[in-house]
Antibody, heavy 123, light 106 residues
Framework: EVQLVESGGGLVQPGGSLRLSCAAS????????MSWFRQAPGKGLEWVSV????????FYADSVNGRFTISRDNSRNTLYLQMDTLRADDTAIYYC????????????????WGQGTMVTVSS | IQMTQSPSFLSASVGDRVTITCRAS??????LGWYQQKPGKAPKLLIY???TLQSGVPSRFSGSGSGTEFTLTISSLQPEDFTTYYC?????????FGGGTKVEIK
């Protein structure tokens, strides 16, 4: 079974840091583009960052560029999101997702998502 | 690329045919996906490449369009379809979503 399981969310003060993890199983992790998305309470979906199967290139939303870093460890089938200088408007459920195609493309959308991990930034 | 989805809310009955529209601020060819999201759950990919049904998705869902205008059609609403739908452009980064359409029971 193809599965993604996020962890690492929690409550953090403004200016603090968190590292999210996404453990993948059931597919050849290294061949798929992986991405992070988020959804603030009661709001729509927002793309956060993406990483190719090899680890580069990476891309970020303007709202997190310079504060968040996406990475992956293909030997551990794990995706990461290092979040620094967190702000209140980073409060959201964070989802990792797998690109549908295993050819390095994201053009067929994201077909498997994790259950999400909640990040709350508050003093 | 900005994605404008309409309507934001839609009231319909079981068995109705409904259409949701998504407009892109620039030509994205056919690089568009549609997702369904139920409360408290992760999004589910319904359609990619504007009109290709994802494996396992019921055939009552269909997509069309290219360039800047796209539609998601549900041919006969079922009780489990009353939830929220999002379009996503897959043309380039930053990836962007429409604002969502909540389909409610009339």
């Amino acid at each position: 079974e193809v599965q993604l399981v996020e962890s690492g969310g929690g409550l953090v003060q403004p200016g603090g840091s968190l590292r999210l993890s996404c453990a993948a199983s059931g597919f050849t992790f290294s061949t798929h583009v992986m991405s992070w998305f988020r959804q603030a309470p009661g709001k729509g979906l927002e793309w956060v960052s993406v990483i190719s199967g090899f680890g580069t290139p990476t891309f970020y939303a303007d709202s997190v560029n310079g504060r968040f870093t996406i990475s992956r460890d293909n030997s551990r089938n794990t995706l990461y999101l290092q979040m620094d200088t967190l702000r209140a408007d980073d409060t959201a459920i964070y989802y990792c997702a797998k690109a549908a195609r295993g050819d390095g493309s994201m053009r067929s959308g994201f077909d498997v998502w994790g259950q999400g991990t909640m990040v709350t930034v508050s003093s | 690329i900005q994605m404008t989805q309409s309507p934001s809310f839609l009231s319909a009955s079981v068995g109705d045919r409904v259409t949701i529209t998504c407009r892109a601020s620039q030509d994205i060819s056919s690089h568009l996906g549609w997702y369904q999201q139920k409360p408290g759950k992760a999004p589910k990919l319904l359609i990619y490449a504007a009109s290709t049904l994802q494996s396992g998705v019921p055939s009552r869902f269909s997509g069309s369009g290219s360039g800047t205008e796209f539609t998601l059609t549900i041919s006969s609403l079922q009780p489990e379809d009353f939830t929220t739908y999002y379009c996503q452009q897959l043309y380039g980064y930053p990836l962007t979503f429409g604002g969502g359409t909540k389909v409610e029971i009339k």
